[in-house]
């Protein structure tokens, strides 16, 4: 089945670890997403990617970094220099080019920083 | 791109119809209104989508006035499996910067 993939679905790290989280797709989308969750709070957009190779910030960049070098796969590194990293991410996609479509959402990956 | 406004907590009885309403006064030409339902630690999932007038599907309708400058999200005779977090998200769906707001916490109560 068609779908998005986010793994780890659950990861702890050490205070000034990067880690990564892997988010795949294969919807053939052109857009792909990572949102940040907290708590009790909305979603708040980390980076963006229309297409391959290139990619833009969000509202809450700092302290994360992200690649595309594939259609397919929309990786998110958090950094040591985000200062509270623990939080739910999620990673979504959509085809571009489209007047109208829709998100569609993995199922999220959990960070925890000890 | 487009800032939306919505209540932050409803609640309601099982049976009954819920309206939430989202305002977006700075909606744009090219702007769609698209409304999410997210349950705890889980990704959001579409619900419904419209630019004008009124949408409806098996789960939900969308009533979009002529101005565009807001919304309502209509569910018809919830049930408690409809307590969950909605969000409003106005944007022109195309690979843009797609921005959610503080969504709407509705509770289902018996």
């Known amino acids: 089945d068609g779908g998005i993939t986010q793994s780890p679905k659950y990861l702890f790290r050490k205070e000034g670890q990067n880690v990564t989280l892997s988010c795949e797709q294969n919807?053939?989308?052109?857009?792909m997403y990572w949102y940040r969750q907290d708590p009790g709070q909305g979603l708040r957009l980390i980076y963006y990617?229309?297409?391959?190779?290139?990619?833009q910030k969000g509202d809450i960049a700092e302290g994360y970094s992200v690649s595309r070098e594939k259609k397919e796969s929309f990786p998110l590194t958090v950094t040591s220099a985000q200062k509270n990293p623990t939080a739910f991410y999620l990673c979504?996609?959509?085809?571009?080019?489209?007047?109208?479509?829709?998100?569609?959402f993995g199922e999220g990956s959990r960070l925890t920083v000890l | 791109l487009a800032k939306t406004t919505q209540p932050i907590s409803m609640d309601s009885y099982e049976g009954q119809e819920v309206n939430i309403t989202c305002s977006h006064n700075?909606?744009?030409?090219?702007?769609?209104i698209t409304w999410y339902q997210q349950f705890p630690s889980q990704g959001p999932r579409f619900i419904i989508q419209?630019?004008?007038t009124k949408v409806t599907n098996e789960v939900a309708s969308l009533f979009i006035p002529a101005d565009r400058k807001s919304s309502t999200l209509s569910l018809p005779r919830v049930s408690l499996s409809d307590t969950a977090v909605y969000y409003c998200?106005?944007?022109?769906?195309?690979?843009?910067?797609?921005?959610f707001g503080t969504g709407t916490q509705l509770k289902v109560e018996l």
């Open positions: 919807l053939n989308h052109d857009a």
């Open positions: 979504a996609s959509t085809p571009s080019g489209r007047g109208t479509g829709e998100l569609f």
């Open positions: 700075n909606i744009a030409t090219n702007d769609y």
């Open positions: 990617s229309q297409i391959v190779n290139d990619f």
């Open positions: 419209g630019y004008k």
């Open positions: 998200l106005v944007g022109d769906i195309r690979g843009n910067k797609l921005t």
